[in-house]
């Protein structure tokens, strides 16, 4: 992912009532973007430096991954799940003569499969 692209996304982020009140849901979408090989080296930085407060608020041991799918209860091959589903809807995009956002696509994935 190209670092204008980053730059965007986070502004995007930061300005966005997508989270507000809903400090779980970047989590999650950067665990999917994790997944698909798509965070970008500051955001993985980033979570890594807020693994001692994530361990404390979340009572979980381990990095940042492993204490968001601990939590969430998620199942040992989620990231295999997560890839599996990008790959089939890079391709669904692909026939439709379009790309698939890495950003839109983890929204999309955590809207319909983690949170309610």
Known sequence: MSSGMRSTMLDRMATSNRYAGRPMLRLLECYVLWAIGELGEKEEARLGQMESKL?????????????????????????????????ENVEIAKRHSTELD????????VDANLVK
Request: proline fraction near 7%.
């Open 102 to 109: 890495p950003q839109q696509f983890a929204e999309m994935f």
């Open 55 to 87: 361990r404390q608020v979340f009572n979980q041991q381990g990095d940042w991954r492993e204490i968001v799918s601990r939590t969430m209860e998620m199942p040992a091959n989620i990231p295999d799940l997560i890839r599996a589903k990008w790959t």
